[in-house]
């Protein structure tokens, strides 16, 4: 599935857009924990390419996305993009579907929420949006100085 996940990046051009966004995060002077990446994917198109990749982010976007991180973190280390990427983990993909087929079973309808609702994949709502974020494992954090000269933290 690796291989079908790099085809359609290759093909969809969003291979391009994670190498530009990878040089953003080479050149920046800061060093980032964690480096994230927003992916626009049809879940149409790779079904074309592979039924069972289609399937798989189709319902269970989770494991789809470690699919991609995987594949993300094997392109950065062979075309040596990104310097300071150590680890897999440091790789936070967002897989961000286009539009969802139009069927049924991918309309959200409120009235039966939460109860008939149990799997974490996508819905199409109308009216209201809804999202669903997955668990991150990654803390965060910004440090701030103080412009003030007479601060006692303007340094360091």
């Given at each position: 599935?690796?291989?079908i996940a790099l085809v359609y990046l290759d093909r969809s051009g969003g291979l391009q857009k994670f190498v530009h966004?990878?040089?953003?995060y080479n050149d920046s002077k800061q060093s980032c924990a964690v480096y994230r990446f927003v992916i626009s994917i049809n879940p149409s198109d790779i079904a074309e390419l592979d039924a069972s990749l289609g399937n798989c982010i189709l319902h269970n976007p989770l494991e789809?996305?470690?699919i991609f991180q995987s594949v993300c973190f094997i392109?950065?280390?062979t075309l040596s993009l990104i310097e300071q990427l150590q680890t897999e983990a440091q790789i936070s993909v967002l897989l961000k579907p286009t539009h969802l087929p139009p069927l049924s079973s991918y309309?959200?309808?409120l009235s039966a929420l939460p109860f008939n609702y149990t799997s974490?994949?996508?819905?199409?709502?109308?009216?209201?949006?809804?999202?669903?974020?997955?668990v991150t494992k990654y803390t965060q954090?910004?440090?701030f100085?103080?412009?003030?000269?007479?601060?006692?933290?303007s340094e360091g």
């Open positions: 599935m690796r291989e966004d990878c040089k953003q789809a996305a470690q392109a950065i280390k309309v959200l309808s974490q994949r996508f819905y199409m709502s109308e009216g209201i949006a809804i999202a669903m974020g997955t954090g910004a440090r100085l103080c412009t003030e000269e007479t601060c006692p933290f």
